[in-house]
Structure formats: C-alpha cells, structure tokens
C-alpha cells in the first residue's frame, strides 16, 4: 500500500484550497477509496469536522476536487490542439486524443474520480460548468473532423449517423485511456517492438480506420 499522505499543516488564509489540495495527494497516492473528509483534513492540518463548512460531505469534496481535473483536462485537450493550428482536422484530432490519453496515464486517480466516481454530485455548479466545458470542447473537435459546425453540436442539429461517429472517436479515446490505466495494455505494450509506448500504440489504433468517416 503506498504511504499516507504526509500533513501539510495549514497556515494561511484559504482554507478550502488547503483542503482540495490536501485531498488531490491522498486521491494520487492512495486512490479513491483513501480520500475521506477525515483524511483530507488530516492532510491539510485542520480540524476534522472543519471540512464541512466549506463542502458539506464528502460528495461535496469529490464534487469540487473533480471539477478541478475537468478543468485542468480541458485545458490539456485545448493546448494540444493549439500547438498545431495548420494541421488538419483529422491531426487536430488526434493530438487531442493523445493528450485525453495522456492525461489519464498522468493523472489515473483524478481520472478515474472524473469518470467513475458513483459519489460525484453533478448538479454541484462548479462541477456541471467544468463537465460542460470539457464536452464542448470534445465535441468541437470532433465536429471539425466531420465537417459539422460546432455550433450545431450543441442545438440538436446533429444527425444519427454523425452522433454515431462522435461517440465512436470518443469511446475509442475513453476505452485505450482506461484499459492503459487499469494495465490492460501491459501485455500488448510489451510485446511491441523496442521503444514502442503507449504512444505508438494509440497513432495505430488511430490509423487502422477507427476514426469517423
């Protein structure tokens, strides 16, 4: 099991950075299940019943400690992107790809908070406004590659067919993503030739004709 977290006692003003803080090292070190209210305020160096004030339960905790991973992921995804303004639409896409990828393999506790966690409050404001910039932002991209205006992503204007793909260039991004962080890959990774990664497994994937058409 991986060491506790060691307590950074809290000495300044803003409690509530203090404590996701505090809670982002337990969620990396341990992983979910080590992330409690009690562990978390242990962490920051308060009290254990000073959390609540700030985040109500533990729900409330997970809630704000996912929408920072959203938006740090959104951010990510965005940065890839702008790196290669004159690529294509399909290079675009694929550098974004790679750094969903990327993330996950980074971040495997944030990301599986993001996407798993069953205790996330998704009506919370600061969690529904990252998880609604994170989809645009996936959405435009993908749009761009089949040719749809972004725009109309978000009005219902997509067809069946284009919904389809979408969701395809998606669940192959999300599924690698997964698979790589729950060692899955490990076998196929290793059986590659020297100086292959994740990386080159991926722009494979990608090139055997699993981005929509």
Do not use: C
Not at 196 to 209: H, I, N, P
């Amino acid at each position: 099991m991986p060491p506790r977290a060691a307590a950074t006692p809290y000495h300044h003003g803003d409690l509530r950075a203090a404590m996701l803080e505090a809670a982002q090292r337990i969620l990396e070190s341990e992983g979910i299940e080590g992330l409690t209210l009690r562990a978390a305020a242990r962490a920051a160096g308060v009290s254990h019943a000073a959390p609540k004030n700030h985040f109500g339960d533990l729900s409330g905790l997970l809630s704000e400690l996912a929408a920072i991973g959203f938006r740090r992921f959104t951010s990510e995804l965005k940065a890839a992107m702008e790196k290669m303004p004159s690529g294509s639409a399909e290079e675009r896409l694929d550098a974004m790809g790679a750094a969903y990828v990327g993330f996950a393999k980074a971040h495997p506790g944030m990301f599986v908070l993001m996407f798993r966690g069953e205790r996330l409050d998704l009506q919370r404001p600061a969690l529904r406004q990252a998880v609604d910039e994170a989809q645009a932002a996936l959405a435009s991209s993908m749009a761009a590659r089949l040719g749809i205006d972004a725009a109309a992503t978000g009005h219902g204007s997509v067809t069946p067919e284009q919904g389809a793909a979408m969701v395809r260039a998606w669940s192959l991004v999300h599924g690698f993503s997964m698979l790589l962080i729950d060692g899955r890959l490990d076998r196929v990774l290793a059986q590659m030739p020297p100086g292959s990664d994740w990386r080159t497994l991926l722009a494979r994937t990608f090139s055997v004709g699993s981005h929509p058409r």
